[in-house]
């Protein structure tokens, strides 16, 4: 214990707080609005399913304020609780080099910490998602998945930890610059890799039938500069009733992929906006600003470390008492989304911003009026509240509260 550990604790009870007294904003604000449909939406939606969002909402938000205790209880096991300790001396005991013992202690962690999310992640799946109707996946799926992405953990964490903590030991002291380099590296593979490699693994893709939406679409990214490198469908019925499609991948990985759930409920134009919509995140840089963001952030927490590493208060303030390159490393992971929780609404805004910019340039290349027929459907069908507490939403919201961004695209509206 020292001073860094009070700042910690003081650190972890104000960012938990703050987290507690959004959720219960949120949970008042829409469970007050639950019988008051804005009137920007009435006609388009039923007293019925906005009762129903607002019910969904207040399920999800209170589970929230549970996992987000559960979260705090868990961090301080793994520091001042003395978790990290007791991982740290079981590798030390099996008589390893220290770069394996490093590698076996970090993936350890991170399958020991996948193991205590999981009974979370069943609650929100076959209770929550369960009651409102949209879970579609069973039990056999749902350990499969499980499975699945844990081996995948492992067989990508181990040579990424291994190759982490060789260049902590060998590289110098300007190691954390490599190492940034590698996390680079390693983040631009994933981005090409995941639709070809690892999406498959858990959903079937097939390419899209109906010609005359193929050639609506195509049409569509000619305008909009793109050349088409493949238009799928993916089975996401198979797990939960929730619609989305995404643009992704790298040079000829790049696909576009639509749930089959978002095909079922939108008209071909509305499609053809949905797609704009995204494309305009292409078009505007908003890809390419997200990934320089996230270069620089990790380029700063990665100098920080460089200087922390050195810093005896740090480990002994954070319930360790052997210091290492790997406890520092897990240390800085696990600790750091506690201080840069404060961020977050700045991230939110930049997000909201792009999502603005996007639904313009949707409004450009396709039409408005179909995006915001679209949009309507899918908070609809995702049962999204339209009445978010607004300081919830300022904080964490990514995309900006449905009346915001209906108004904005009906002033495009034409006529
Ligand atoms: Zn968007």
């Known amino acids: 214990m020292n001073d860094f550990t009070w700042l910690f604790l003081l650190t972890l009870a104000l960012s938990t707080g703050v987290h507690l007294w959004l959720d219960q904003r949120q949970w008042r604000h829409v469970a007050a609005h639950r019988d008051r449909l804005p009137a920007a939406f009435a006609g388009q939606v039923t007293e019925q399913s906005h009762r129903k969002a ?42 390893l080099s220290p770069v394996l013992t ?19 992640s069943a609650w929100r799946q076959f209770v929550i998602e ?8 069973d039990p056999g799926l749902f350990i499969g998945d499980a499975f699945k992405q844990g081996l995948l953990m492992v067989l990508l964490g181990v040579p990424l930890a291994a190759l982490v903590l060789w ?6 002291a300007l190691w954390w610059l490599w190492v940034w380099v590698v996390w680079m ?10 639709p070809t490699f690892i999406a498959p693994l858990f959903n079937k893709f097939s390419p899209l039938e109906d010609q005359a939406l193929v050639e609506r679409i195509e049409r569509l990214l000619a305008r909009c500069g793109f050349a088409s490198k493949g238009i799928y469908v993916m089975d996401g019925s198979r797990r939960s009733s929730h619609g989305n499609a995404y643009f992704t991948g790298l040079g000829n990985s790049k696909r576009i992929v639509f ?8 008209n071909p134009e509305e499609i053809e906006a949905v797609l704009a919509h995204e ?16 270069a620089a952030t990790s380029l700063t927490g ?8 050195d810093q005896p208060w740090f480990y002994a303030g954070l319930g360790v008492s052997q210091a290492s390159l790997w406890t520092a490393l897990a240390l800085f992971l696990i600790v750091s989304p506690t201080f840069t929780f404060f961020l977050q609404p700045l991230m939110a805004r930049v997000m909201r911003r792009h999502e603005f910019e996007a639904d313009d340039f949707a409004a450009e290349q396709a039409s408005a009026g179909d995006l915001v027929r679209a949009l309507v459907k899918l908070y609809k069908e995702n049962a999204s509240t339209l009445t978010p507490d607004p300081i919830y939403s300022a904080f964490h919201d990514s995309h900006p509260p449905a009346p915001e961004r209906v108004a904005n695209l009906m002033a495009r509206v034409p006529g």
Do not use: C
């Not at 009651?131 to 996946?137: L, Q």
């Not at 260049?167 to 110098?172: P, Y």
């Open 279 to 294: 494309l305009g995140h292409f078009r505007r840089s908003h890809i390419r600003k997200r990934f320089m963001l996230i």
């Open 259 to 266: 749930f089959d759930t978002l095909l079922e409920h939108l």
């Open 54 to 95: 607002a019910d969904y909402t207040v399920a999800k938000v209170r589970f929230g304020m549970l996992e987000q205790l559960i979260g705090a209880a868990i961090l301080l096991g793994w520091t001042l609780g003395g978790g990290l300790e007791l991982l740290d001396s079981a590798w030390r005991g099996a008589g």
């Open 102 to 120: 490093g590698t076996g202690f970090l993936v350890s962690l991170f399958v020991v910490g996948s193991l205590i999310e999981l009974p979370l």
């Open 167 to 172: 260049l902590m030991f060998h590289a110098g």
């Open 130 to 137: 369960q009651r409102f109707g949209f879970n579609r996946a």
């Open 185 to 194: 590296g390693f983040a631009v593979l994933m981005i090409w890799a995941f």
């Open 302 to 309: 990665l100098a920080l470390l460089g200087w922390l590493i």
